[in-house]
């Protein structure tokens, strides 16, 4: 990779930034010390990094098929601006995404669970 990075795919199960460099420990029990690390964790942080300079809301959204007919050429917005808003928006290819309504629910199965 470019300018020495490095890609490793591993589960990160602890992970220190208290000296110069970044330390994080792997599951398979290897160790990672580097200048810069970037953790690809997906949606959720990991309890191992704690961090003030984040948070989580969790919104929804769904798409149609792309639309033969193109009903909105000039790439619309409809955004209603409640606590709860809901937007309507469309793509290149012509499809309509209608999502909104921020939640602070962080966990996987209790946002799948949500009306």
């Known amino acids: 990779m470019a300018r020495g990075a490095r890609l ?4 990160a199960v602890e992970f220190d930034t208290s000296a110069r460099s970044v330390g994080v420990q ?8 580097a200048r810069s690390v ?5 949606y959720v ?8 300079i984040h948070t989580v809301s969790s919104s929804w959204a769904i798409a149609t098929t ?7 050429k000039e790439g619309e917005l409809i955004w209603e601006d ?3 808003y809901l937007y309507a928006r ?8 209608v999502g909104g309504e921020d939640s602070d629910e962080e966990s996987p199965s209790p946002r799948r669970a949500m009306p």
């Open 66 to 72: 792309p639309q033969p007919q193109n009903i909105w």
């Open 90 to 97: 469309t793509t290149s290819a012509g499809r309509i995404i």
């Open 8 to 11: 490793f795919e591993a589960e």
């Open 82 to 84: 409640s606590q709860k």
């Open 38 to 42: 970037i953790l690809a964790t997906g």
């Open 26 to 33: 792997l599951k398979n029990g290897r160790q990672i010390e």
């Open 45 to 52: 942080m990991p309890a191992i990094v704690q961090s003030t």
